[in-house]
Each structure stands twice: as structure tokens, then as C-alpha cells.
């Protein structure tokens, strides 16, 4: 891998080009951004060594091409770039949702000729966007998960290069079948964050402007709705394209608090607690 | 304020003896809890001068007399305490209740010959609880809220003390009405308590031993569910005085999650993103 084009160069994009930098990345990193503040930003901090305001030319002209948008706009990248891109190249993402990404890639990719590709998720990011967040550190401890192309032939040598890439981040790899990503990423990240932002929103309803709330609050608080900060334009696009698996993980919640509401003076409440309890025991990292 | 009794010297109680020492306080500190092993713990970390096995009598020879057990046992010394202790004397706790203990309180302290009684409640807190956790710096930055009692007189000096060692904690005080306290806490504190206990419970349930799950879950996973470790012990009592605030929390977030799921596909999610980055954008501490 002697060039890698980054199309979308915001948290995640900025952050991969600034640990490719801090891992001793000797090729070029090309970068794009339909906002051109944040191009300007990942220039300006390293993360990218040349700013585009022509991705195709710079995606059909590299060697691996990331995309680090939202996740309808990876799917619009794969279409535009599957009759361009050549089998001499990678085309990876970092798309919250994999079902529609590999179902998408895989028309376009992997096959004869075509480019190959291996869909990606790393397991970090933050409240806040853009790239004047990005960090080379945010990728360290993380799982960067792939969901491999079910038609990919074996692994070429940029996959191969690609995934340690990944692993100099700090990353941990593990390779999921899409449907499966997208059930477990359901529950330990989508609901985490529609929790966040449906508690954030009720209190702003409630509370807006009431400043012995705001004094009172505390860590518990702080952490429950840190996500509320969460960008709609990212989580959109979440939304619409793993909403069955989103929808199911919300209505289990929903019951669990209508039964936990119910139970709040009986021993019920106590097996709630103690299942509770034993969740957080088990180790986060096996 | 001579000698203070600390009653129930787990996380809060052994954390206000740690601050005391830190801040130089030059009197004895006698502490009492129904663990042996707990007090074990106070007495050799230096949150106490002297375990007693003898509450009563250590309240009754104290200045300040500091329930921090839970609610339920607040309210048991309460009742114990009341026709023993003297105007010469003030007892204060820890309680995140404050309607059932301003209640009770009232009857017992505060009038002719009786104690001074200022309830009150440091908004700090781990999810983890006992004595090996305790630290000085716990309540720095916190708000430490009391609810005077109604048919108090002009503070005792005592009282007035009492406030100066909290802020010396690092804490700033508020004062508030105690069905306002409990109305709030029960939408800052209690909420996300319970919601932390559902999530923890639900997933426990479902995915116990998945190493994928715990793999892939990340700072959202790890934050929202934090409080999951929480001990009953502590928050049955919360539940059993507050029920009803309680509930009214729950049930208005179940109808939220509900909203949110029936429009994960349409402009209404984008207002809820709104609502929920308005507040967090807000200060916390104004």
C-alpha cells in the first residue's frame, strides 16, 4: 500500500490518517470531504497529505481507498467506484451498519476483475464529530470488526496489509458474518445511543432552562446522556438501514423498564439487580 | 464539632472520614456499621479514629451524628436516636430520599430540647460500594444538597459548621424543598440508575457468555450500563421511598423509546437528535 484515498475526512477518516502517520505510513494519504472546513482541518493537522476536490481520480489512482462517511454515502461510493475501481485494488469502510454495505459491495466487488473488498467497523468514536476531534490514539483497545465479502476469493496481499494496519492502530480484529454485526451492534452500540438520546431529549422537554437540574446532576447523569451529543446526520443513517434489529433491542427495553416500573417495591426487583450485577461482572474483554 | 459518629461507614460514610482528616479536622471520629468487616476497613484506612460497637452511645456523646447507611436505616436511627440526643447536638445523613427522612426527622428533631436535624445528600457516588472504595476527593465538585427542615429554627451553629466542613469536601451546597429534591433525583439520579440496571439485566439475559458481545462493546456499552453494578441493598430503599417519582420517570422514557422506535425512519428522529444535542449543550454547572 503505497496510496490510500480517504473519502470522508471527519472523526473517523482524520483519525485513521493521523494513526497511519503515527504508525510510520511512508505513502500518500489523499484525502476528500464534501464539507471543505473539514478537509481543511485533517490538512491542516496531518492526517491527510493531500486534500482532493476530485475523489474519483484520487480512489481510482490509490492503492486502498477508505470510506469514512455516514453510511449512506458509502453505499453511494460503492456504486460510483465499483466500475472504476480495478483488481489491483482494496476498498474498505468504516460503516456502522454491515448488512447493506456488503450486500451492496458484494455486486460490485470481489469478483472477477473487480476490486477486492473487506468491509470494516472499528468499535470507537465519540459524541462529538469532524476532524478537529480526530486522534490517532481513538482506535487503541478497540475491536475494529470485518465482515468479509461471503463471494471474496482468498485474501489479497492489501487485505492482509490493511488488517495490520488495523492492528498497529491497536486494534483487536474480529470477523463477523454482516446479519450478526448488525444484531449484536444493535444492542451494544444503537441502543446505547438511542437510549441516550431519547433520556437527553425527554430532559431538555422537561427541564430546558432549569438550572437546579443542571446543578444537581452528576456523573450518572453526564454518562447516561454523553451520547445525546451524538450527531443526527451520522446516526440517520443507522437508523434506516439496521432499523429492524434497532426497533427489536428498543421494544425488549421498553418492556424491561414497563416490568422493572412495576416491580419497583416487590423482590422482583432484586433479580433485576442481581442479573444486572452479573452482566457487569463478566469481563468487557475476554 | 468536637467528635462526629459517623453510622454506616461503607463508601459515603468512610469517604466524609477521609475528607475530614484531609481537611484537618482535629476532633474524633467514631464510627459504627452493622459489617464488621466494613468498620475493619474505615478504621484501617484512617476514615474513623475508633470503631464502636456501641452506636448508640457514640451518638449520644457525639457533636454531629452522620447516618449514611441506607434509607431505611436513616430512618430507623432516626426514630432510635430522636428521644436521646439533645439541642446541644446535630444529626445529618447521606439519604437520596429526602421526603420519607425530612418527614420523619420532623417529628423528632428540630422543636424544644430536641437536635438540630439538617438532611442532606452529596449527589457522588460510585457504582461500586464499601469502605476499600471510599476516598477523600469523592465529593469534590459535587453538589451537596440538604433540605432543612420546615419547623427548624435559625441554624445552630453546629449546622452552620456542618456546611463549612461539606464545602471544605469541595462540594457546593443547595438547599431545596424535599418533594422538589425527590422529583429531580428521581429524573437525574434515580432514572439512570434504573435504566443502567434494565440495559445490564436485558443484556445479561440475553447474551450471557456471548464472548462476541462482550468483545465488541465498547465506552457507550461500558458507560450506559456502569451503574448495572449497583447494590440493591442501597437501592431497594431508594425505590421503596420514592416509588412514585420514580415510576413517572420510567413510564415517560418508555414512551419516549417508543416514539423514537415507530420513527427511526422519519424527520421526527432528527428532532430528537435536536432536543437531545440542545441538552447537552447546555451547561451542567452554571
Given amino acids: 500500500m503505497d496510496r490510500i484515498a480517504i473519502l470522508g475526512t471527519g472523526l473517523i477518516g482524520a483519525s485513521v490518517g493521523l494513526a497511519l502517520r503515527e504508525q ?13 472546513a473539514q478537509l481543511g482541518i485533517a490538512l491542516s493537522r496531518g492526517a491527510i497529505d493531500e486534500a482532493t476536490e476530485d475523489p474519483v ?25 465499483g466500475p472504476l475501481l480495478t483488481s489491483r485494488q482494496l476498498i474498505t469502510d468504516v460503516g ?6 456488503s450486500e451492496r ?21 465519540k459524541e462529538v464529530h469532524g476532524a478537529e476531534h480526530a486522534e490517532a490514539s481513538l482506535f487503541r483497545d478497540a475491536v475494529w470488526l470485518f465482515t468479509p465479502l461471503a463471494t471474496a476469493s482468498p485474501a489479497t496481499a492489501l487485505e492482509t496489509e490493511w488488517r495490520e494496519w488495523v ?54 447523569l453526564r454518562e447516561m446522556t454523553r451520547l445525546g451529543a451524538s450527531p ?19 421494544l425488549a427495553l421498553e418492556q424491561r423498564l414497563m416490568h422493572l416500573r412495576e416491580h419497583l417495591k416487590t423482590p422482583e426487583l432484586r433479580d433485576e439487580f442481581d442479573l444486572a450485577n452479573r452482566f457487569r461482572a463478566g469481563r468487557f474483554r475476554p
Same sequence: chains 1, 2.
Fill in 105 to 125: 459491495a458484494a455486486r460490485n466487488f470481489g469478483g472477477i476483475g473487480q476490486a477486492a473488498c473487506l468491509p470494516g467497523h472499528p468499535m470507537a468514536g
Fill in 57 to 81: 481520480t484520487a480512489a481510482v489512482s490509490s492503492d486502498v481507498v477508505l470510506l469514512a462517511g455516514p453510511v449512506f454515502s458509502i453505499l453511494e461510493w460503492i456504486d460510483q467506484l
Fill in 24 to 36: 510510520k505510513f511512508p505513502g500518500t494519504i489523499f484525502g476528500w470531504d464534501k464539507d471543505p
Fill in 96 to 101: 456502522s451498519v454491515k448488512g447493506a454495505i
Fill in 167 to 220: 492492528t498497529k492502530f491497536g486494534c483487536r480484529t474480529l470477523d463477523l458474518d454482516p446479519a450478526r454485526h448488525d444484531e449484536l451492534c444493535a444492542w451494544v452500540s444503537h441502543l446505547p445511543q438511542f437510549v441516550a438520546t431519547a433520556m437527553s431529549a425527554l430532559l431538555e422537554d422537561k427541564f430546558a432552562g432549569d438550572a437546579d437540574m443542571r446543578a444537581i446532576g452528576g456523573r450518572a
Fill in 232 to 250: 443526527y446526520s451520522m446516526w440517520r443513517d443507522v437508523a434506516h438501514t439496521n432499523t429492524e434489529a434497532i426497533a427489536g433491542s428498543l
